[in-house]
């Protein structure tokens, strides 16, 4: 029997013939250790190796990056003793700008003795994919296809071998030199409307035109199918956005003609100066895809120069993706819990209902509302998870509690969520006592933008027993008609309203709101009361439930146990 060396360095000698690349992560220690064709996958020597996760992500295209943790996440919140399997479908970012598409296979463990969490997995090219491109490439004939971007192709790289040329010229006129990089828009809807040959002419001559406008100003490179760069390396900087603008009307004027259509098309260009020394060519392709983003994030059609502000939203990307992680990290540790907050009758002062409220504490026991984390949990499409939690944990406490009734805040996309409606239903449906004593909070703007689909969701939940609340009132454009058909049981007036009663205005307001809930049979709450003298104005107007800190803050008690104890 050989010894483990052998195996060892036969086994890495396998990987490395067969272009597969393994890895071995410690989740909890943040280190990874890798194994076989390091450099035909990532691009770098085996002592260049992504140490930890920070590293091993500026391998993975970042358009991919959030999907392939979110997954992951996912499965090690799943994980069990016998493990979870896995497989990814992503694009990975080699060191030298080649992107390809890539099938990662592994299995996540958890140490049932020390809690450990490793994964262990196997990287390898996803060739199917790459064939399936370049079959796609030839039924298009496109000779520079998107399949490039997967391939590494030669016009990319002689683009970033280009830009570090002009990058590096030490005579440059720090004030002269730009880029654009122009798509052609739909043109996947072209090809399909209209075939492959009638698209790759209508690529030919988006070439002609744009080499045709430059002249002599500049350099046109098609480096993808429908993606082409200009570089005016002797133009000043200050010329770029109406060289743009005039591009973009050019083709807006005048459509091409193709196999006798006559087709308009729609561009949209980034573009970003070669001022800064300090940025390779590689870095320059990386800021100029995302103006080229930003361009087609606001309509398409457009352009977008690259600038400091949209190098901070990538900085705050970042910080959106720390803190979903560390979310993510002490979720799956249990440090994710309810607090509560009770919501008194203005009449009485008994308390009506609790709102469930998510609560975070981190490793050193401290607790974070949810105003710290909520905005990186919605970015990074966290917010099914955090409401089935708290739907589920809500659901819990009636179960144990029969004597108080709690209320949820239930996101957008959630509310619409065939499989959280299917945990609903599973959790009440032999419970109508537990049902009709939770309310499900939705926000006025969801509610609006798709009333067809809030109804039918409401209708189920009402015939389920549970009750709706319309959170924030007042805060959107909901009409009079629209309110009926949604078929309420609660508003909550939004708070901004309450915080500025001092307002002659805002009070009129909440008078209205009252009324016009009122005339519709709808109960009213009042959120954010602060002081006595507003809870008693609220009160006098007719408001049914009054909530804020008037009433206490939220807290990780059970605060129904405390209540009783009182009485």
Same mark, same amino acid.
């Given at each position: 029997?050989?010894?483990?060396?052998?195996?060892v360095?036969?086994l890495?000698?396998?990987?490395k013939a067969?272009?597969q690349?393994?890895y071995?992560y410690?989740?909890?220690?943040d280190?990874?250790e890798?194994?076989g064709?390091i450099?035909g996958?990532l691009?770098?020597?085996?002592?260049?190796?992504?140490?930890d996760k920070k590293?091993?992500s500026?391998?993975?295209?970042p358009?991919?990056?959030?999907?392939?943790?979110?997954t992951?996440a996912e499965?090690?919140?799943?994980?069990g003793?016998?493990?979870?399997n896995?497989?990814l479908?992503?694009?990975m970012?080699?060191?030298?700008?080649?992107?390809?598409?890539?099938i990662?296979?592994g299995?996540i463990?958890?140490?049932p003795q020390?809690?450990k969490?490793?994964i262990?997995?196997?990287i390898?090219i996803?060739t199917?994919t790459? =064939? &399936?491109?370049?079959k796609?490439t030839?039924?298009? $004939?496109?000779?520079e296809a998107i399949?490039? @971007?997967f +391939?590494g192709?030669q016009?990319?790289r002689?683009?970033?071998?280009r830009?570090d040329?002009l990058v590096?010229?030490?005579d440059?006129?720090?004030k002269k030199?730009?880029v654009?990089?122009?798509e052609?828009d739909?043109?996947?809807?072209?090809n399909?409307?209209?075939?492959?040959?009638?698209?790759?002419?209508?690529?030919?001559?988006?070439n002609a035109t744009?080499t045709?406008?430059?002249?002599?100003?500049?350099?046109?490179?098609r480096?993808?199918g429908?993606?082409?760069?200009?570089?005016?390396?002797?133009?000043?900087?200050?010329?770029?956005?109406?060289?743009?603008q005039?591009?973009l009307?050019?083709f807006?004027?005048?459509?091409?003609?193709?196999q =006798? &259509?006559?087709?308009h098309?729609v561009?949209?260009i $980034?573009?970003?100066?070669?001022s800064?020394? @300090?940025? +390779?060519?590689?870095?320059?392709?990386?800021?100029?895809?995302?103006?080229?983003n930003?361009a087609?994030e606001?309509?398409?059609?457009?352009?977008i120069e690259y600038?400091?502000?949209i190098?901070?939203?990538?900085?705050q990307f970042r910080?959106v993706?720390a803190?979903?992680d560390n979310?993510l990290?002490?979720?799956?540790?249990g440090?994710?819990?309810m607090?509560?907050q009770g919501?008194?009758?203005?009449r009485?002062n008994?308390?009506s209902f609790?709102?469930c409220?998510?609560?975070?504490i981190?490793a050193d026991?401290q607790?974070?509302?949810a105003?710290?984390f909520?905005?990186a949990v919605e970015?990074m499409?966290l917010?099914r998870?955090v409401d089935?939690?708290?739907?589920?944990?809500?659901?819990r406490e009636?179960?144990?509690y029969?004597?108080?009734?709690l @209320?949820v805040?239930?996101?957008?996309?959630?509310l619409t969520?065939?499989?959280?409606?299917?945990?609903?239903?599973?959790?009440?449906?032999?419970?109508?006592d537990?049902?009709?004593?939770?309310i499900?909070?939705i926000?006025?703007?969801f509610?609006?933008?798709?009333?067809?689909?809030t109804?039918?969701v409401m209708?189920?939940?009402?015939?389920?027993?549970?009750?709706v609340?319309?959170?924030?009132?007042?805060?959107?454009n909901?009409g009079?008609?629209?309110?009926?058909d949604?078929?309420?049981?609660?508003v909550?007036?939004?708070k901004s309203?309450?915080r500025?009663?001092?307002?002659?205005?805002?009070?009129?307001?909440i008078?209205?709101l009252h009324s016009?809930?009122?005339a519709m049979?709808l109960?009213?709450?009042a959120e954010g009361a602060e002081t006595i003298?507003?809870?008693?104005?609220l009160?006098r107007?007719?408001i049914?439930?009054?909530q804020?800190?008037v009433?206490g803050?939220p807290?990780m008690?059970?605060?129904?146990?405390?209540d009783?104890?009182?009485k």
């Amino acid at each position: 029997m050989a010894d483990g060396h052998i195996w060892v360095q036969h086994l890495k000698s396998s990987l490395k013939a067969s272009k597969q690349l393994a890895y071995l992560y410690d989740v909890s220690e943040d280190q990874f250790e890798f194994m076989g064709d390091i450099f035909g996958l990532l691009g770098c020597a085996e002592d260049a190796c992504p140490a930890d996760k920070k590293t091993f992500s500026n391998f993975i295209l970042p358009d991919d990056l959030v999907t392939r943790q979110l997954t992951l996440a996912e499965m090690i919140s799943k994980c069990g003793t016998t493990g979870k399997n896995f497989t990814l479908n992503y694009r990975m970012l080699r060191a030298d700008g080649t992107i390809f598409p890539v099938i990662e296979t592994g299995i996540i463990s958890i140490d049932p003795q020390t809690q450990k969490t490793t994964i262990q997995s196997l990287i390898a090219i996803d060739t199917e994919t790459i =064939e &399936r491109q370049k079959k796609l490439t030839s039924k298009m $004939g496109f000779r520079e296809a998107i399949s490039n @971007s997967f +391939s590494g192709s030669q016009e990319r790289r002689a683009l970033i071998s280009r830009l570090d040329e002009l990058v590096a010229t030490d005579d440059r006129d720090p004030k002269k030199g730009y880029v654009l990089l122009v798509e052609v828009d739909r043109v996947s809807w072209i090809n399909q409307v209209y075939g492959g040959n009638f698209t790759d002419e209508l690529l030919e001559k988006t070439n002609a035109t744009l080499t045709s406008m430059v002249g002599d100003r500049a350099e046109v490179m098609r480096i993808a199918g429908d993606l082409f760069a200009i570089i005016f390396a002797d133009e000043y900087q200050g010329e770029m956005r109406d060289t743009a603008q005039k591009i973009l009307t050019v083709f807006y004027n005048q459509p091409v003609k193709v196999q =006798e &259509r006559t087709v308009h098309q729609v561009l949209s260009i $980034g573009g970003v100066s070669i001022s800064d020394k @300090s940025v +390779s060519g590689a870095g320059l392709i990386g800021w100029l895809e995302l103006a080229l983003n930003d361009a087609k994030e606001r309509g398409r059609g457009c352009f977008i120069e690259y600038s400091d502000t949209i190098g901070q939203e990538v900085n705050q990307f970042r910080d959106v993706l720390a803190i979903g992680d560390n979310f993510l990290k002490n979720f799956k540790e249990g440090r994710v819990k309810m607090a509560f907050q009770g919501v008194m009758n203005s009449r009485t002062n008994d308390v009506s209902f609790y709102e469930c409220l998510i609560r975070m504490i981190d490793a050193d026991g401290q607790v974070h509302s949810a105003g710290n984390f909520i905005n990186a949990v919605e970015k990074m499409g966290l917010t099914r998870l955090v409401d089935t939690f708290a739907t589920k944990e809500s659901i819990r406490e009636l179960k144990e509690y029969p004597l108080i009734s709690l @209320s949820v805040n239930v996101s957008n996309h959630t509310l619409t969520d065939p499989d959280w409606l299917k945990i609903v239903t599973y959790e009440l449906r032999d419970y109508p006592d537990v049902a009709n004593r939770l309310i499900i909070e939705i926000t006025e703007g969801f509610a609006m933008n798709d009333i067809n689909q809030t109804i039918r969701v409401m209708r189920a939940l009402h015939d389920l027993g549970c009750r709706v609340a319309l959170d924030d009132f007042g805060a959107g454009n909901t009409g009079f008609s629209q309110l009926k058909d949604l078929a309420l049981d609660i508003v909550k007036i939004d708070k901004s309203f309450v915080r500025e009663m001092g307002r002659e205005e805002n009070k009129h307001f909440i008078k209205t709101l009252h009324s016009l809930a009122s005339a519709m049979n709808l109960e009213t709450v009042a959120e954010g009361a602060e002081t006595i003298l507003e809870a008693d104005i609220l009160a006098r107007d007719g408001i049914d439930h009054i909530q804020g800190f008037v009433h206490g803050l939220p807290s990780m008690d059970r605060l129904w146990l405390k209540d009783k104890e009182k009485k």
